[in-house]
């Protein structure tokens, strides 16, 4: 599966910005997907994940309650919002997704046990 990544940019603190990844070349509904970031000079970080079909969700302490992770399987599309930006929030962000199940999975969060990725999208966010 092609995945794709736009919606980045700069926002203030407190903004908002809304990411999508669009699918390509696979049932995307057979993929659970995942939104994980990375900043300089720091390893890739989880940020939330998604099941096949939306039912089940996970998010990092870190963004709990200011971000949301939402799928439209007749889009092929993942979508981020994220709400309350923070500094600490700029960093690169990728999509990626996997074929295995993540709930009750315990390994939603790592970055391995996912199959495909997307290219990053970057946001900076000014305090």
């Known amino acids: 599966v092609q995945l794709q990544a736009s919606g980045g940019g700069l926002v203030q603190a407190g903004g908002s910005l809304r990411f999508s990844c669009a699918a390509s070349?696979?049932?995307?509904?057979?993929?659970?997907m995942g939104w994980f970031r990375q900043a300089p000079g720091k390893e890739r970080e989880f940020v939330a994940a998604?099941?096949?079909?939306?039912?089940?969700?996970y998010y990092s302490d870190s963004v709990k309650g200011r971000f949301t992770i939402s799928r439209d399987n007749a889009k092929n599309t993942v979508y981020l919002q994220m709400n309350s930006l923070k500094p600490e929030d700029t960093a690169v962000y990728l999509c990626?997704?996997?074929?295995?199940?993540?709930?009750?999975?315990?390994?939603?969060?790592?970055?391995?046990?996912?199959?495909?990725w997307g290219q990053g999208t970057l946001v900076t966010v000014s305090s």
């Open positions: 990626a997704a996997r074929r295995n199940p993540i709930a009750y999975s315990g390994t939603y969060y790592l970055p391995r046990n996912y199959d495909y």
């Open positions: 070349g696979r049932t995307f509904s057979a993929y659970a």
């Open positions: 998604i099941s096949y079909r939306g039912g089940t969700t």
